[in-house]
Nanobody, 120 residues
Framework: QVQLVESGGGLVQAGGSLRLSCAPSGSIFSIFSINAMAWYRQAPGKQRELVAAITRGGSINYADSVKGRFTISRDNRNTAYLQMNSLKPEDTAVYYC????????????WGQGTQVTVSS
């Protein structure tokens, strides 16, 4: 089993930046079996959507709405990061870390979520 612990959410003004982190813990075998790390978000009244995902080999997938503003990365311990620049009020949501096998569909492991609020 793998647990995902997120950090870095908060309140920021439009145009500002935040950096989210997601650190996996648990079975070493399970952690090293993770291929894709991803960030999803869910705004009130909306469905959860993919924001960005990255594989162990460096393949990346971004939602069109965040291209050019957000950057996903990961280190050799499978900790994932989401650098969010030029934030907009419509980026306000709960952001969830996810771990799985590919960059287009969610995997079986989810974090608890971290709130990002962008004020206008």
């Amino acid at each position: 089993q793998v647990q995902l612990v997120e950090s870095g959410g908060g309140l920021v003004q439009a145009g500002g930046s935040l950096r989210l982190s997601c650190a996996p813990s648990g079975s070493i075998f399970s952690i090293f079996s993770i291929n894709a790390m991803a960030w999803y978000r869910q705004a009130p009244g909306k469905q959860r959507e993919l924001v960005a995902a990255i594989t162990r080999g460096g393949s990346i997938n971004y939602a069109d709405s965040v291209k050019g503003r957000f950057t996903i990365s990961r280190d050799n311990r499978n900790t994932a990061y989401l650098q969010m620049n030029s934030l907009k009020p419509e980026d306000t949501a709960v952001y969830y870390c996810n771990a799985g096998t590919d960059i287009k569909t969610p995997g079986r492991y989810w974090g608890q979520g971290t709130q990002v609020t962008v004020s206008s």
